[in-house]
């Protein structure tokens, strides 16, 4: 292990796994894993191929611990001191994150539909305080 900075060019296709085999091409099998708000579905912002770039960042947090981080944020305005310290802030919010959720017990909700989902979480709310 040592530590990294990298940037990662993927080359992703919708066309067939015969194409994607010739020229290089990673093959997006199905639609996309999100929808919008209206739970319509939500095409590719790419038609058939497209190159997508991502850094790569590996740097030391303890003595015998490395952490690995892709991300889109600029080598030049976020070297790896920087990103050391914004994955500091960002574990304490995630934890900060965690103890709330199973505080309040909405870990699992009863609804399935967004406005019934957002009634239980203010009902929580309301009892938590």
């Known amino acids: 292990m040592e530590e990294l900075d990298r940037d990662i060019t993927v080359r992703l296709s919708t066309k067939s796994q015969q194409f994607c085999n010739t020229y290089g091409y990673r093959k997006v099998v199905g639609g996309p894993k999100f929808v919008d708000e209206l739970k319509n579905s ?16 590996r740097f030391k947090i303890s003595d015998d611990t490395w952490e690995t981080i892709i991300t889109s944020l600029d080598r030049f305005r976020f070297p790896i001191e920087k990103m050391k310290e914004l994955y500091h ?7 900060s994150y965690r103890e709330y959720k199973y505080d309040l ?6 609804a399935k539909k967004d406005a019934f989902i957002l009634q239980e979480l203010y009902a929580r709310l309301i009892m938590y305080n």
Not at 105 to 110: A, K, S, Y
């Open 42 to 57: 939500v095409t590719w912002d790419f038609e058939e191929i497209a190159e997508i770039t991502y850094r790569a960042v």
């Open 89 to 95: 802030l960002r574990w304490n919010i995630e934890t």
């Open 105 to 110: 017990g909405v870990v699992n909700f009863h």
